[in-house]
C-alpha cells in the first residue's frame, strides 16, 4: 500500500469518529468568516490548491482539475442546465477549508448520516458530518435556488441511506438533480484528464450568478 492509500486511510478513520458534539463545534467555528468578504470566483481560482488526500481517482490532482472535468464531461453530454453547470464549479467549493489549514477529516470524504432522522420528514430531520458539502452550503444558500444549495449541501451522502428520509420536495430535488450530477461527479475523475474548457465562459456564469461578493 502507498503512502497516499495509507493517509487516505488514515484520514477516512477519523473522519467516521467525528460525533455529533464535534459537528456543533464545527459549525460555531465557522459560523465566523474564514476568507472575509470575496468573490465567488476567486474561491474558485483556490480550488488550484486544494488537492482532495483522500480521493484514490484524482490522486494529486487539483479541485480545480476536478470542476473541470466535470464541466467537459456535460458539454460532451449535451447538458445546458446553467443549474448543473453551476453545481459543478460550486460543490466542492468547500474544500478551500483545507487551504486555511482545517484537517482533512473535517472538509473531504463522504457525509455520513450520525443521528436516526424521520423518515419523509426531509434531511433536515437527520444529523451529518461536518464536511465541504455543510461549510457550503451555509455560504451559499439564500444567493442561489433552493436546489442547487442543497444539492451542494448532500452531494456526497449515501443515497441508499437517505432516501427515506427525503420529503417530497427532497425526492423531486433528487431525481431532477442531485442523482443527474452525482454521476458526473463520479464517472469522469482521472488523474490522467486535463480537459481544455472555456473558463471565461463559465466565470461569466458565476460573476453573474453572484454579482456581489460573499461572506466566505
Not at 52 to 77: K, W, Y
Not at 99 to 110: Q, R, S
Not at 125 to 132: K, P
Not at 175 to 199: C, G, H
Request: glycine fraction near 6%.
Amino acid at each position: 500500500m502507498g503512502e497516499f492509500e495509507r493517509d487516505a486511510e488514515r484520514i477516512i478513520a477519523a473522519r467516521n469518529r467525528e460525533t455529533a458534539e464535534t459537528v456543533s463545534a464545527l459549525k460555531a467555528r465557522y459560523e465566523s468568516a474564514v476568507y472575509g468578504r470575496v468573490r465567488v470566483w476567486d474561491m474558485v481560482e483556490k480550488l488550484s490548491l486544494c488537492i482532495d488526500p483522500t480521493d484514490r481517482r484524482l490522486f494529486c490532482g487539483s479541485q480545480l482539475v476536478h470542476l473541470q472535468q466535470i464541466l467537459a464531461a456535460m458539454e460532451r453530454n449535451g447538458v445546458t442546465d446553467p443549474d448543473m453547470h453551476v453545481l459543478a464549479i460550486v460543490h466542492d467549493l468547500g474544500k478551500v477549508l483545507l487551504a486555511a489549514g482545517e484537517a482533512p477529516e473535517h472538509v473531504v470524504g463522504g457525509t455520513r448520516r450520525i443521528s436516526r432522522g424521520v423518515e419523509g420528514e426531509g434531511l433536515d430531520s437527520a444529523l451529518f458530518q461536518f464536511g465541504h458539502g455543510e461549510f457550503i452550503y451555509s455560504r451559499l444558500r439564500g444567493h442561489v435556488p433552493d436546489h442547487v444549495a442543497w444539492v451542494a449541501r448532500y452531494h456526497n451522502v449515501s443515497m441508499s441511506d437517505v432516501e427515506r428520509l427525503m420529503n417530497a420536495q427532497e425526492r423531486e430535488w433528487a431525481e431532477k438533480y442531485l442523482k443527474p450530477f452525482r454521476r458526473f461527479d463520479a464517472d469522469f475523475v482521472s488523474p490522467y484528464f486535463l480537459p481544455k474548457i472555456d473558463l471565461a465562459h463559465y466565470r461569466d456564469l458565476i460573476e453573474r450568478t453572484f454579482p456581489t461578493p460573499l461572506l466566505v
